[in-house]
């Protein structure tokens, strides 16, 4: 929920400075007006006695995303934590093998042929109009069940059709073009984003997947967990570093280095797609 706040008492605050019981004030600005983000008002009541505070002109209720429940079998998610997959993999191994054992509810997935699968993959190519990409993230989740938790023959894929996928070279930008850009941005935290995303030249997972530790003031670097567990490292400028303190002292990130609404939870993929799309 957001407050928008008139008078010295709302716009005075410290960043933290009301706490109690679950509810917790944040002064923030947004579209160039003060505000109160207020963090665990689940209560109805709450927003109506701030509702009739003479210095709050509106009250903005946002109610958070249910989260999902997923059914796993015994030892999936275990095994990629083992294996040390990337957190973006679990989450998406974990959203789409949920998805497969919904579709077959009520039968057992071990006794699945190719051909099911296969059935299952061309559903969604027809009725979902999954990506090339997504589809062969989708047949990834799938297998890493049958052949490296259940330990099965990889033979049994044998009839698995994989899309080609057809890539393009991507559009460069010239340095005025990404000024322009950076310019209509006035979300501090989205232009730390969209920042290291050019300067850095990072994925949109290896942007996510960045933590505080990563940032590295004394050498001026950023280092990077590319695909596979490999590390780089790119330069940081300073203009770049002086934002990113500024960031990071208004949202203060518990684990990762950009963080969604949840404090300690990893920004989402979509939204940083719709950020870098409104870019």
Not at 20 to 49: M, T
Request: proline share 4%; with cysteine; glycine share 6%.
């Amino acid at each position: 929920s957001y407050l928008c706040a008139h008078g010295a008492k709302l716009c005075d605050m410290d960043k933290a400075q009301k706490q109690q019981g679950r509810i917790v004030l944040f002064k923030e600005e947004k579209d160039g007006a003060a505000y109160v983000r207020i963090d665990y008002s689940d209560h109805p009541s709450i927003v109506l006695l701030l509702s009739q505070d003479g210095q709050v002109k509106m009250v903005y209720v946002r109610h958070p995303k249910p989260k999902r429940e997923y059914t796993l079998p015994k030892g999936y998610l275990e095994l990629l934590e083992q294996k040390r997959y990337s957190p973006s993999t679990v989450k998406t191994y974990r959203a789409y093998f949920s998805d497969f054992m919904e579709y077959h509810k009520g039968r057992n997935i071990d006794r699945l042929k190719v051909a099911d699968i296969n059935k299952y993959i061309l559903y969604l190519v027809n009725e979902k109009k999954i990506s090339v990409s997504q589809q062969n993230m989708r047949i990834n989740a799938i297998k890493f069940y049958y052949e490296q938790v259940k330990g099965g023959k990889r033979q049994y894929y044998g009839g698995i059709t994989r899309a080609k996928e057809y890539k393009s070279l991507p559009e460069v930008l010239s340095k005025n073009e990404i000024k322009r850009i950076l310019a209509q941005i006035s979300n501090i935290k989205h232009h730390c984003m969209i920042s290291l995303v050019y300067s850095a030249g990072l994925r949109r997972s290896e942007l996510l997947n960045l933590t505080p530790q990563d940032i590295n003031s004394e050498t001026m670097s950023v280092r990077i967990m590319g695909k596979g567990k490999k590390c780089r490292y790119s330069l940081l400028s300073p203009k770049l570093l002086e934002e990113l303190r500024h960031y990071f002292r208004e949202y203060r990130p518990q684990k990762w280095l950009f963080e969604g609404e949840t404090p300690g939870e990893q920004y989402s993929a979509s939204a940083l797609v719709k950020v870098l799309k409104e870019a």
